[in-house]
Nanobody, 116 residues
Framework: QVQLVESGGGLVQPGGSLRLSCAAS????????MSWYRQAPGKQRDLVAS???????NYADSVKGRFTISRDNAKNTVYLQMNSLKPEDTAVYYC??????????WGQGTQVTVSS
């Protein structure tokens, strides 16, 4: 059974930081591109950052310079370090695992709220 379990969300003031984690089980983690998506109320789910099996990284323009994605294949975990958070970063953040051979999986999401 595949599971992607996000953690680390919460309430933070503007300018603050959070670190999200996504622990994967039931997959060969190193064979998957890992991504973070987010969805604000009433909006579509958008890609925030991705890291490939070869550690190539992409960021949405809105988070470049503020967010950092990383992965630890030994721990089957992907991280999203979020700094200089803004109210517009408020959303549910979802972990995504993608492989052309093995399919796509989603986590259940974790809420991030940036507010004073």
């Amino acid at each position: 059974q595949v599971q992607l379990v996000e953690s680390g969300g919460g309430l933070v003031q503007p300018g603050g930081s959070l670190r999200l984690s996504c622990a994967a089980s039931g997959i060969s983690f190193s064979d998957y591109t890992m991504s973070w998506y987010r969805q604000a109320p009433g909006k579509q789910r958008d890609l925030v950052a991705s890291i490939s099996t070869g550690a190539s990284i992409n960021y949405a323009d809105s988070v470049k310079g503020r967010f950092t994605i990383s992965r630890d294949n030994a721990k089957n975990t992907v991280y999203l370090q979020m700094n200089s958070l803004k109210p517009e970063d408020t959303a549910v953040y979802y972990c995504n695992a993608r492989s052309y051979l093995y399919g796509v999986y989603w986590g259940q999401g974790t809420q991030v709220t940036v507010s004073s």
